[in-house]
């Protein structure tokens, strides 16, 4: 018969998880599903124009964006909440938005932080403004930020939430390239079981990076997104 500490320790560990499903989910209301991040760009300017090539450029993306920069700032972001570093917090919230190579992408981190925010404040997961934690968070804080906060809010261990970010981001491109590319939904599947194991390798290594080896290597997201501003026809925010 399983102990009672045994049991209390599987409910804890099925909220986290059920936690993080919530965090995850396309029916999240931030609004992630508005942004493309310059994918639709790649698909007007033919870079990206059928399942073989979309799996290519994300496959570069979760490589050399991914990895190096969201991925293990999670990590960071979490130690710093462990450990209640506002410092910390403040500084690499601010080195993420400097990573943001265009307003389109500025816009993206900081309206879904902006959303998750007050989202997370309607749920009572927000410090408390008059504890010792109450002004743990940035005050215009971005999405990787937010996430990274209710994720340890929510006791989500760091590597579910390392995986869980990574399969929403996944998730949210394929969306886009269902709507703006003919690109049927059983190969967009093809291309998750594809990406799938990258995605764990990307965990891995992301947990790996000394802080001298982030920053993302991203010049075809970033010329895709600035050219995204003034392409004639949009399905998605510029």
Known sequence: MPTESAGLANQSNDLALLGLMQLVSPALPIGAFAF?????????????????????????????????????????????????????????DEWLAATRETAELAAEDSRLGASL????????????????SGNLLPA???YVTLFSYAAFMRR????????????????????????????GHTAAQRVIEQLRGELV??????????????????????????????????LFRS
């Not at 993306?61 to 190096?68: A, F, I, K």
């Not at 925010?117 to 010792?132: E, F, H, I, Q």
């Open 156 to 183: 989500v261990t760091l590597r579910q939430a390392l995986l869980g970010f990574g399969w929403a981001w996944l998730e949210n491109q394929l969306a886009v390239a269902c709507k703006a590319l003919p690109l």
């Open 201 to 234: 390798i990307a965990v891995d290594q992301a947990l790996l990076l000394g802080d001298d080896d982030l920053s993302p290597v991203l010049p075809g997201v970033a010329l895709a997104s600035a050219l995204h501003e003034t392409q004639y026809s949009r």
């Open 117 to 132: 925010k007050r989202l997370l404040g309607s749920l009572d997961l927000l410090p408390n403004a008059d504890g010792p």
């Open 140 to 142: 215009h804080a971005g």
């Open 36 to 92: 493309s991040q310059g994918l639709e760009s790649a698909f007007e300017l033919g870079w990206v124009s059928d399942e073989q090539n979309l799996a290519e450029w994300l496959s570069g993306v979760l490589e050399d964006g991914l990895t190096r920069c969201e991925l293990p700032l999670i990590a960071r972001f979490y130690n710093a909440f462990e450990h209640t570093d506002r410092d910390a917090i403040a500084q690499w």
